[in-house]
């Protein structure tokens, strides 16, 4: 029969299976595609190169100690006072303040666990009173408790910065700073009573830095007024912001730009100095002509004592 003849007419494409069925060749499966990301019916070394969705890593940061936020509101801020008359936020503030998934992140790398017991200043020795205490208003900056003065390092017996002085030296210090309020105007305490090791800690400098003529020119002394506790270091500062009043030269500059009179101390300077002295000897204070910052109320009966800041 000729191909005019017959009466089906197949497509070409059909001709491979018809031959393989008439020799008896297995029939071959259409191709299935699976559907995007399916891999279950892949070969292994297929399903190994197939692509998949994207991997998120899974968060293993530890944010146990990280608190939850359960108050209805901001907490009420309280604070406890610190030595040196900071103040210190309680632990409580952080505990239930919000906070971000990054700020969790930072706490983790730059916390540290908040000391049970913040250190405080043993009860100031009888007849002596705590200066935070009786100038409320004024600030501090207890250097010889830090490496901020000339030494370059803590003094002995300032492990925590206090600030004492005797009863009567005190309360003539309140009434100075008194006069100072209607001018803005306050004081700034560098050092009071100062332990007796202190003051031979600073001779012991002295003559080890080859420095033995600051205590042969008065400006460092074996036994000091400050020992007894009537006698002050401070200056003039700014009330509310603490800002010290230009002096013309640095307190615990030993140089004669530091001579209540030198010449150096002009203009502004000058005129502090001298409301800084008018302030303290209206009150009963004696000014020490070296140091512009240095003055003794002498109270009847002050001994020296070697009784540090720390318990």
Wanted: proline share 14%; net charge neutral.
């Amino acid at each position: 029969m000729s191909e005019r003849a017959c009466p089906w007419r197949l497509p070409r494409r059909c001709l491979p299976a018809l031959l393989a069925a008439a020799c008896g060749a297995p029939t071959l499966e259409p191709i299935r595609r699976p559907p995007p990301g399916d891999t279950s019916q892949l070969p292994e070394d297929i399903a190994a190169i197939a692509p998949r969705p994207p991997f998120t890593p899974p968060d293993h940061r530890d944010t146990s100690h990280v608190p939850q936020d359960t108050s209805p509101g901001p907490p009420a801020i309280t604070s406890a006072p610190a030595p040196g008359g900071t103040s210190l936020a309680l632990a409580d503030i952080a505990a239930t303040t919000p906070r971000t998934p990054a700020d969790a992140l930072s706490a983790e790398r730059t916390s540290s666990p908040v000391p049970a017991d913040i250190p405080k200043l043993r009860p100031p020795p009888p007849g002596f009173v705590d200066l935070h205490a009786a100038l409320p208003r004024a600030c501090f900056a207890v250097r010889y408790a830090t490496a901020d003065n000339f030494t370059g390092a803590p003094l002995p017996g300032y492990d925590l910065a206090g600030a004492w002085l005797r009863e009567r030296p005190a309360a003539a210090l309140a009434r100075a700073q008194a006069t100072l309020a209607p001018e803005g105007l306050t004081f700034l305490v560098y050092d009071a009573y100062r332990p007796a090791r202190a003051s031979l800690a600073m001779v012991e400098w002295a003559e080890r830095s080859g420095r033995r003529r600051l205590v042969d020119d008065g400006y460092i002394a074996r036994r000091s007024g400050h020992n007894r506790g009537d006698t002050v270091d401070l200056t003039l500062a700014r009330a509310g912001s603490c800002e010290p009043l230009d002096m013309g030269s640095p307190w615990d500059h030993f140089g004669p730009e530091s001579h209540f009179s030198h010449k150096h101390a002009s203009g502004a300077a000058m005129t502090h100095r001298r409301r800084l002295r008018r302030a303290l000897q209206s009150a009963g204070f004696t000014p020490y002509d070296k140091e512009w910052w240095h003055f003794s109320f002498h109270d009847q009966g002050a001994v020296p004592l070697d009784v540090p800041y720390a318990p």
